[in-house]
């Protein structure tokens, strides 16, 4: 940091175990990268290659080793695990995901319908060589699922063997767990947590609306994804409480005393 | 491509005739035409330096350099061309694409009125010298254009001279062939293709949501234009059916019978 | 400039006091800065590093002296200033400021209420040191104060020794002198015109349709904040009367009498 400002939230070193920013590349440049690593890889976590894109990348290796070289966890888009699962070419997919160097894995079922137990199953397979992202809900808008079906699919997977469970938004962020308009479903949101820690799950969070209702809501280490490249610095500020959405959130109350709250 | 994939949709290498994508230059530095060009150059056709912006890029020619060498044809914005055509100096800008060494014109009528045989007039002339595109619609929200009309001035556009005819959106996507809210006049879309080739049609689509409509309607090598730079990947991965949107569009029956689809 | 295009409306030369366009950096990487500066510079005269990145970036001092050798004058956001101020740390702001070679501050009260006079004692504090531009308005939605109100304020804010006084529309560009839905209050515009001179004034315009709306009431030297790096370029294309929205504003009347304007 540039200097010391007291009163800030804690947000603990990398590689962390909470608190994580997952940035979705779309197809960025070697030197894009190389600039994206430059200035926010000691704020980012993890990378994923969004959907289907690593199959026209034509710097896919090296994008890879470049983000892997500056501690940066980088995986496949699960669109890109289920179009091969649904051309039965999941030992296909594997292979690729080996002889790209990857330790990461997304199992998601956001395009097609995978039975539970099968996901589970799948799952734990991969956990066996890989760590899991296993993504829970609907890529369609306007389609509910029901908050006790969410947490027992979370809980599941959890104990199938995934790391974290993602709650999607896709990357426009309005399916799932957010309404047509972007807004969060809160009482669904809370439902999941009475029964899943908050640190098991990252939430798709690509619109700044969305990144401030969660960190209001869950603190500055909510884990948060989908969050395009140039705005992960745009994200830190909110999560540490140097932006005006959440300038008051972190201040003790005696700072707070200091100045009323512009409203 | 990274890995084979089987399925996907037939995509004809370049120099094609259909398929086509166009990318809006708004002002890119060398660098970023360096970056675009390394990742993107294969999935793109061609290249509009955006509106006016030629005028005050001060490093045109090296751009225009560039992407030619990369086998992109480049052309200035249909504003440009009416802003010397408004001023009475045609000549001046036949001049000025000359002195820039490129072989690509758009004549538009957008912002100024110019008489249907007038406009036709212009393309002949400039199609002895050029490949012309022409522009067919308005750039205000809410103008509509019988679907009779469209058809009429596309097709003597195409006889004057026009290599493809350009269905207009402007950047913002929210005019011309799109309702203020950026939905496609499906009915206008269909009565045009009733009678106009599909390939000599290149349509403006700036949002995501108008590409998937387009590609789902007509196709993979449906012609796309007013694309960012950065969109170009992403909308291949549409194009492919390697995106959650398109998952589904170009798989065959047996394929599809593997898994239900999520709805 | 690129070629010459007569009727094009004076724009002045920079170091210049109006007509002025103040970028955003959020967060930008030295090559992104490069970038900017080799294509955008002639067109930028202000870089504001926005809210509180400059807490975050690891390479600040550099990005400021490659604006300041560019002659961009560059400044740390308001938040962060209100940021210092909530803690009782102005000392050790000023002390920032000055370390980092800034000639410029900005005294906001986006955030947190500070009482006129005290706002316009720290103006009058700082002016001696600095230049200030300060800022009126609320960064929360939906907040209207009355125009007599922001007339008073900004001509006590001019009194005391700002520069220019800033109308607040934040990031996004939807409060302050905007609507929750993006749209200018054109009468608490006006009224605030009837008593302070534009030149006075920086309008945070985010949105394009934002500049077009100033660039056609105001002229092509209103001065305008908030501008995305990569949409100073477009922007002075507006200002220029080389895009469509604007392609008849600056237009003499024997021009536009050659053809009629598209409606």
């Known amino acids: 940091m540039n200097f010391h400002l007291p009163f800030l939230p804690f947000r603990p070193a990398k590689p962390r175990n909470k608190g994580l920013t997952m940035m979705m590349d779309k197809g960025l440049s070697i030197r894009q990268v190389e600039d994206f690593i430059s200035v926010s890889a000691e704020y980012t976590d993890l990378v994923k290659m969004g959907f289907g894109t690593s199959l026209l990348s034509n710097n896919l290796k090296e994008k890879i080793k470049l983000y892997q070289a500056a501690n940066l966890k980088v995986y496949l888009g699960g669109t890109l695990f289920e179009a091969f699962l649904v051309r039965g070419m999941l030992d296909k997919y594997i292979e690729l995901v080996n002889g790209l160097g990857l330790d990461t894995v997304e199992v998601s079922d956001g395009c097609i319908v995978i039975g539970h137990n099968k996901k ?71 439902k999941i947590l009475d029964k899943i820690p908050q640190d098991s799950i990252l939430w798709e969070a690509p619109q700044k609306s969305q990144q401030v209702w969660f960190i209001k809501q869950l603190g500055a280490n909510v884990n948060l994804g989908n969050i395009g490249y140039e705005e992960v610095i745009p ?29």
């Not at 409480?241 to 707070?256: A, M, N, S, Y």
């Open 120 to 190: 589970c199953d799948l799952i734990s397979q991969l956990a066996s060589q890989f760590t899991v992202l296993s993504e829970v809900g609907s890529k369609e808008a306007g389609i509910i699922i029901h908050p006790t079906r969410w947490k027992n699919m979370m809980e599941a997977e959890l104990s199938a063997g995934s790391w974290k469970v993602i709650a999607e938004a896709r990357e426009s962020g309005n399916v799932g767990i957010y309404r047509p308009n972007g807004t969060a479903h809160v009482s669904l949101v809370n």
């Open 235 to 263: 994200l830190e500020t909110l999560r540490q409480g140097v932006r005006g959405d959440t300038f008051f959130t972190f201040l003790p109350d005696e700072v707070k005393a200091n100045f009323a709250q512009q409203s």
